[in-house]
Protein backbone atom coordinates (compact mmCIF):
# COMPACT_ATOMS: atom_id res chain seq x y z
CA UNK A 1 0.00 0.00 0.00
CA UNK A 2 0.85 3.24 0.12
CA UNK A 3 3.18 4.73 2.58
CA UNK A 4 5.77 7.31 3.71
CA UNK A 5 9.48 6.25 5.23
CA UNK A 6 11.23 9.35 7.15
CA UNK A 7 14.40 10.18 8.32
CA UNK A 8 14.22 8.94 11.83
CA UNK A 9 15.41 11.52 14.51
CA UNK A 10 16.01 13.00 16.38
CA UNK A 11 18.24 15.53 14.92
CA UNK A 12 20.02 18.53 16.70
CA UNK A 13 21.67 21.27 15.25
CA UNK A 14 23.15 24.80 16.33
CA UNK A 15 21.57 27.67 15.01
CA UNK A 16 22.46 28.79 11.36
CA UNK A 17 23.45 25.31 10.04
CA UNK A 18 21.81 23.57 7.25
CA UNK A 19 19.58 21.11 8.01
CA UNK A 20 18.01 17.97 5.39
CA UNK A 21 15.60 15.93 6.57
CA UNK A 22 15.12 12.86 3.78
CA UNK A 23 11.32 11.76 2.86
CA UNK A 24 10.62 8.42 0.58
CA UNK A 25 7.51 7.27 -0.87
CA UNK A 26 5.32 4.55 -2.00
CA UNK A 27 2.62 4.76 -3.87
CA UNK A 28 0.36 3.12 -6.86
CA UNK A 29 -0.45 6.41 -8.59
CA UNK A 30 0.07 10.27 -8.71
CA UNK A 31 0.22 11.72 -4.77
CA UNK A 32 0.73 14.83 -3.90
CA UNK A 33 3.07 15.52 -0.91
CA UNK A 34 3.12 17.73 1.85
CA UNK A 35 5.62 18.56 4.75
CA UNK A 36 3.56 19.45 8.20
CA UNK A 37 5.03 21.04 11.21
CA UNK A 38 4.07 20.59 14.72
CA UNK A 39 5.25 22.88 17.30
CA UNK A 40 5.40 21.61 21.03
CA UNK A 41 1.90 21.20 22.74
CA UNK A 42 -0.33 21.82 19.07
CA UNK A 43 -1.87 20.30 16.28
CA UNK A 44 -0.54 19.80 13.10
CA UNK A 45 0.26 22.87 10.62
CA UNK A 46 1.03 22.83 6.54
CA UNK A 47 4.68 23.80 6.13
CA UNK A 48 4.81 23.42 2.41
CA UNK A 49 3.11 20.83 -0.77
CA UNK A 50 3.62 19.79 -4.26
CA UNK A 51 1.37 18.49 -6.02
CA UNK A 52 2.84 17.10 -9.52
CA UNK A 53 6.86 15.81 -10.37
CA UNK A 54 9.46 18.38 -10.33
CA UNK A 55 7.09 20.86 -8.25
CA UNK A 56 9.06 22.67 -5.54
CA UNK A 57 7.69 23.56 -2.04
CA UNK A 58 8.97 26.40 -0.27
CA UNK A 59 7.96 28.77 3.02
CA UNK A 60 9.63 30.12 5.69
CA UNK A 61 13.20 29.49 4.29
CA UNK A 62 12.00 25.76 4.16
CA UNK A 63 12.33 23.74 0.23
CA UNK A 64 11.29 20.61 -0.94
CA UNK A 65 11.53 19.05 -4.45
CA UNK A 66 8.96 16.23 -5.58
CA UNK A 67 11.69 13.98 -7.48
CA UNK A 68 9.36 11.23 -9.36
CA UNK A 69 12.43 9.61 -10.01
CA UNK A 70 13.54 8.96 -6.79
CA UNK A 71 10.06 8.90 -5.20
CA UNK A 72 11.33 11.41 -2.29
CA UNK A 73 10.34 15.19 -1.04
CA UNK A 74 13.08 15.69 1.10
CA UNK A 75 12.60 18.98 3.22
CA UNK A 76 15.38 21.30 3.36
CA UNK A 77 17.15 24.59 4.88
CA UNK A 78 19.95 26.59 4.79
CA UNK A 79 20.36 28.11 7.95
CA UNK A 80 17.96 26.89 10.72
CA UNK A 81 16.56 29.18 13.75
CA UNK A 82 16.11 28.16 17.33
CA UNK A 83 12.16 28.86 16.65
CA UNK A 84 12.65 25.83 14.13
CA UNK A 85 12.44 23.00 16.84
CA UNK A 86 9.50 20.90 16.68
CA UNK A 87 8.41 17.59 15.14
CA UNK A 88 8.29 17.32 11.10
CA UNK A 89 6.46 14.83 9.37
CA UNK A 90 6.30 13.90 5.79
CA UNK A 91 2.98 13.04 3.94
CA UNK A 92 1.22 11.97 0.94
CA UNK A 93 -2.30 12.29 -0.49
CA UNK A 94 -4.08 10.12 -2.81
CA UNK A 95 -8.03 10.44 -3.44
CA UNK A 96 -9.65 10.22 0.39
CA UNK A 97 -6.63 8.64 1.87
CA UNK A 98 -3.58 10.27 3.40
CA UNK A 99 -0.40 8.62 5.13
CA UNK A 100 1.98 10.42 7.50
CA UNK A 101 5.97 9.34 8.15
CA UNK A 102 6.66 8.75 11.60
CA UNK A 103 7.60 12.27 12.21
CA UNK A 104 11.48 13.32 13.11
CA UNK A 105 12.22 15.72 15.83
CA UNK A 106 14.33 18.93 15.33
CA UNK A 107 15.82 20.70 18.48
CA UNK A 108 18.21 23.44 17.56
CA UNK A 109 20.40 25.06 19.72
CA UNK A 110 22.02 28.94 20.16
CA UNK B 1 -13.27 31.54 11.34
CA UNK B 2 -12.07 29.39 14.35
CA UNK B 3 -11.30 26.28 11.76
CA UNK B 4 -10.88 22.62 13.56
CA UNK B 5 -11.99 22.70 17.46
CA UNK B 6 -11.55 20.03 19.84
CA UNK B 7 -12.85 19.43 23.08
CA UNK B 8 -11.49 18.27 25.89
CA UNK B 9 -7.74 19.06 25.78
CA UNK B 10 -7.18 16.92 28.42
CA UNK B 11 -9.32 13.75 29.44
CA UNK B 12 -7.83 10.92 32.31
CA UNK B 13 -10.61 7.63 32.42
CA UNK B 14 -10.81 4.41 33.97
CA UNK B 15 -10.77 1.29 31.85
CA UNK B 16 -13.98 0.52 30.68
CA UNK B 17 -15.27 3.84 31.00
CA UNK B 18 -17.02 5.55 27.89
CA UNK B 19 -16.82 9.05 26.32
CA UNK B 20 -16.86 10.95 23.14
CA UNK B 21 -14.10 13.06 21.94
CA UNK B 22 -15.90 16.26 20.27
CA UNK B 23 -14.73 17.59 16.93
CA UNK B 24 -15.94 20.79 14.72
CA UNK B 25 -14.92 22.38 11.76
CA UNK B 26 -16.38 25.73 10.10
CA UNK B 27 -14.79 25.87 6.75
CA UNK B 28 -17.41 23.80 5.14
CA UNK B 29 -15.29 21.07 4.33
CA UNK B 30 -16.64 17.62 3.09
CA UNK B 31 -13.76 15.44 4.62
CA UNK B 32 -13.04 15.15 8.11
CA UNK B 33 -10.81 12.58 9.52
CA UNK B 34 -10.07 11.37 13.06
CA UNK B 35 -5.75 9.96 13.89
CA UNK B 36 -4.13 9.61 16.83
CA UNK B 37 -0.61 10.09 17.60
CA UNK B 38 1.93 7.85 19.02
CA UNK B 39 5.49 8.49 20.33
CA UNK B 40 7.71 6.72 17.31
CA UNK B 41 4.52 5.69 15.07
CA UNK B 42 3.16 9.00 13.42
CA UNK B 43 -0.13 9.74 12.72
CA UNK B 44 -2.74 6.74 12.49
CA UNK B 45 -6.02 7.49 10.76
CA UNK B 46 -8.88 6.15 12.72
CA UNK B 47 -11.67 6.99 11.11
CA UNK B 48 -12.79 9.27 7.97
CA UNK B 49 -15.59 10.48 6.32
CA UNK B 50 -16.42 11.98 3.20
CA UNK B 51 -19.84 13.48 4.27
CA UNK B 52 -22.85 13.97 6.07
CA UNK B 53 -23.72 10.56 6.59
CA UNK B 54 -20.61 8.90 5.14
CA UNK B 55 -18.04 7.32 7.64
CA UNK B 56 -15.63 4.85 6.47
CA UNK B 57 -12.95 2.62 8.62
CA UNK B 58 -9.39 4.05 8.54
CA UNK B 59 -6.27 2.25 9.83
CA UNK B 60 -6.71 1.20 13.29
CA UNK B 61 -10.61 1.64 13.93
CA UNK B 62 -10.86 -0.89 16.25
CA UNK B 63 -12.73 -0.31 20.17
CA UNK B 64 -14.06 3.47 18.37
CA UNK B 65 -16.85 4.62 16.68
CA UNK B 66 -17.87 7.53 14.73
CA UNK B 67 -20.82 9.34 13.28
CA UNK B 68 -21.40 12.31 10.82
CA UNK B 69 -24.61 13.54 11.00
CA UNK B 70 -23.83 17.23 10.04
CA UNK B 71 -20.79 19.07 8.16
CA UNK B 72 -19.42 20.58 10.56
CA UNK B 73 -19.36 17.94 13.34
CA UNK B 74 -17.76 14.40 13.46
CA UNK B 75 -17.23 12.97 17.37
CA UNK B 76 -15.28 10.30 18.09
CA UNK B 77 -16.73 7.85 20.80
CA UNK B 78 -14.41 5.18 22.59
CA UNK B 79 -17.42 2.72 24.02
CA UNK B 80 -15.44 0.85 26.68
CA UNK B 81 -11.73 2.02 26.97
CA UNK B 82 -8.41 0.40 27.08
CA UNK B 83 -4.64 1.25 28.46
CA UNK B 84 -3.79 0.89 24.63
CA UNK B 85 -6.08 4.09 23.68
CA UNK B 86 -3.93 6.24 25.90
CA UNK B 87 -3.06 8.77 22.82
CA UNK B 88 -3.04 12.07 21.54
CA UNK B 89 -6.26 11.96 19.32
CA UNK B 90 -6.27 14.73 16.38
CA UNK B 91 -9.29 15.90 14.38
CA UNK B 92 -9.03 17.21 10.52
CA UNK B 93 -10.83 18.11 7.65
CA UNK B 94 -10.35 19.31 3.77
CA UNK B 95 -12.11 19.63 1.08
CA UNK B 96 -9.93 17.42 -1.71
CA UNK B 97 -7.86 17.29 -2.95
CA UNK B 98 -6.32 20.10 -0.58
CA UNK B 99 -4.68 20.35 2.53
CA UNK B 100 -5.41 18.94 5.88
CA UNK B 101 -6.86 21.62 8.43
CA UNK B 102 -5.33 20.01 12.08
CA UNK B 103 -7.39 20.70 15.81
CA UNK B 104 -5.28 21.41 18.53
CA UNK B 105 -5.56 17.42 19.48
CA UNK B 106 -7.15 15.89 22.64
CA UNK B 107 -4.41 14.01 25.26
CA UNK B 108 -6.05 10.67 26.43
CA UNK B 109 -4.69 8.70 29.29
CA UNK B 110 -6.60 5.54 29.99
CA UNK B 111 -5.46 3.98 33.58
Known amino acids: GDSVTQMEGPVTLSEEACLTINCTYTATGYPSLFWYVQYPGEGLQLLLKATKADDKGSNKGFEATYRKETTSFHLEKGSVQVSDSAVYFC?????????FGAGTRLTVKP | NAGVTQTPKFQVLKTGQSMTLQCAQD?????MSWYRQDPGMGLRLIHYSVGAGITDQGEVPNGYNVSRSTTEDFPLRLLSAAPSQTSVYFC??????????FGPGTRLTVL
Open chain 1, 91 to 99: ALSIGNDMR
Open chain 2, 27 to 31: MNHEY
Open chain 2, 92 to 101: ASRNRPSEQF
